[in-house]
C-alpha cells in the first residue's frame, strides 16, 4: 500500500511541476538516446532551476549536448530547448492555461484513482492470505477478525492519504 502512495507522489510532482513552481523533477521522465540504448536523462546531465520559471540543462560533455536537446523536444512535455552555451540548454517551461490545467487535473485524478486501485488490490490480496492463514489453522479466527480490521484501517488510512494528495495537487 505504501508502495502505490510514494508512486503517486512521484508521478504528482511531474505533473504538479507544470502548473505551480518549476522544479528539476519535471525531467525525470525523459529518456535520451545514446549508441542505440535509451538511458534517463540524469546519465548524461543535471537539471537545475532558473529565474523560478525556466530549467537549466547542463551536459557533463559537449558531445551528448546534440542528444539532449533532442530527447527533451521529443518528450511529451512540449519543451523548447535553447543551447545557451557548449555544456548549458536554458528550457522555457510554458506557464499552463485553462485548458491545459483542466488536462492536468485529470491526469492527476487518473493517476489518484490507479493508486487506489492498487491500495484496494493490496487490501484484497491481504484478505486472501488471511482466509488462507485462518483455514490452515495458522491462528484463530478472533485474531483472523482481528488483522483484518487492521488491515481495513489501514486501507482506509492510505486511502484518506491518497484523497489528501489529490486535494493538495488540485489547488495548485
Same mark, same amino acid.
Given at each position: ?48 532551476? &532558473?529565474?523560478? #520559471? %525556466? /530549467? ?6 559537449? !558531445?551528448?549536448? =546534440? ?57 484484497? &490480496?491481504?484478505? #486472501? %492470505? /488471511? ?6 489453522? !495458522?491462528?484463530? =479466527? ?21 484523497d489528501t494528495i489529490f486535494e493538495q495537487a488540485k489547488k495548485v
Amino acid at each position: 500500500m505504501d508502495e502505490a502512495v510514494d508512486k503517486l507522489r512521484v508521478g504528482l510532482k511531474t505533473v504538479v511541476g507544470r502548473v505551480g513552481r518549476v522544479s528539476p523533477d519535471l525531467l525525470n521522465g525523459v529518456k535520451v538516446e545514446m549508441d542505440g540504448q535509451r538511458r534517463p536523462l540524469g546519465e548524461f546531465a543535471t537539471v537545475s532551476v &532558473k529565474d523560478g #520559471k %525556466d /530549467l537549466l540543462v547542463t551536459v557533463y560533455d559537449e !558531445a551528448y549536448l =546534440k542528444a539532449v536537446s533532442q530527447a527533451l523536444y521529443a518528450s511529451s512535455l512540449n519543451l523548447a530547448p535553447q543551447a545557451t552555451s557548449a555544456t548549458a540548454l536554458r528550457v522555457p517551461v510554458p506557464r499552463a492555461d485553462w485548458d491545459k490545467r483542466q488536462q492536468l487535473v485529470r491526469q492527476a485524478s487518473e493517476l489518484c484513482e490507479s493508486a487506489r486501485v492498487a491500495v484496494r488490490s493490496s487490501r484484497t &490480496k491481504g484478505q #486472501k %492470505d /488471511l482466509k488462507s492463514d485462518i483455514d490452515a489453522k !495458522a491462528f484463530s =479466527k478472533e485474531e483472523g477478525r482481528s488483522e483484518t480490521k487492521r488491515l481495513d484501517t489501514s486501507t482506509k488510512k492510505r486511502t484518506d492519504e491518497v484523497d489528501t494528495i489529490f486535494e493538495q495537487a488540485k489547488k495548485v
